[in-house]
């Protein structure tokens, strides 16, 4: 009886020991796979995001960053496909994990690449996870600024609008949210406004930026047109 006892609890401790190098294993894939992303070597990250994903280690993080990998390298088409897998993965971690903000965050930016592609709409999905992502970590100036620009693409103007002037209201140097907010003054009518907010950006931006160039485009286009008033 001794024996029995002594060799169950032998195989009590093999067994606890064993799960704990698995999972420690598991995460060592992960973080190996980011290691070889940051240093450079995609090919080698791709290999252990995708054996991550295989076998179950966060495959929706690992999707998500195969699909970054490929959007970068211009292979849209494998980047897409990879988009529908991580999509799916995205979708079971998060009725498991509902309070994962950073995962809606995700997901939504993959609905967003998705919809800069020919004949393919997602906007409204993106805006979905993204309020779900906001619900979770509110007067999140990167969601925020997300949102406003798949507002803005939806055609909301007045969520846009809102989202962007919360952003200037967390980082009032958000170059981005200020060059958003003056086309959407532009389109209101509010020159004035709007040249302002393109002022700022010329005066605060390098001229390598393509903010800097999109804001000086639109304020010789003003200029020219006020001369020919």
């Known amino acids: 009886m001794k ?7 032998i195989a009590f401790v093999v067994l606890i020991l064993s ?19 940051w ?14 994903a295989e076998q179950g280690i966060r495959p929706h993080d690992a999707y998500f960053e195969m699909g970054l990998i490929y959007y ?14 991580a999509i799916r993965a995205f979708r079971m971690h998060l009725k498991a994990h509902p309070e994962d903000h950073q ?15 020919p004949s393919i709409s997602e906007w409204e999905k993106a805006r979905e996870a993204l309020e779900e992502a906001l619900k979770r970590s509110e007067n999140n100036s990167l969601y925020l600024l997300h949102l406003g620009y798949v507002c ?41 406004q709007a040249k302002a907010a393109f002022s700022w ?8 930026s393509p903010l800097y160039q999109g804001a000086k485009k639109e304020l010789t286009r003003l200029e020219e047109k006020k001369d020919e008033g």
């Open 201 to 208: 950006i010329v005066e605060n931006l390098p001229e390598s």
């Open 39 to 52: 240093s450079g070597n995609t090919e080698e990250a791709l290999k252990l995001f995708e054996k991550c």
């Open 103 to 117: 995962s809606w965050f995700r997901l939504a930016y993959i609905y967003e690449l998705r919809s800069e592609a």
């Open 72 to 85: 970068r390298e211009g292979e849209y088409l494998k980047a897409f496909r990879i988009s529908k897998k």
């Open 152 to 192: 803005y693409k939806i055609g909301d103007v007045e969520k846009a609008k809102e989202a962007f002037e919360g952003v200037v209201a967390i980082q009032p140097s958000n170059a981005y949210a200020r060059y958003y907010l003056a086309l959407l003054d532009l389109k209101a009518g509010n020159i004035e």
């Open 19 to 37: 799960t704990a190098f698995a999972e420690e294993d598991a995460q060592n894939c992960f973080e190996e796979a980011q290691k070889a992303l």
């Open 3 to 9: 024996k029995l006892m002594a060799c169950l609890f």
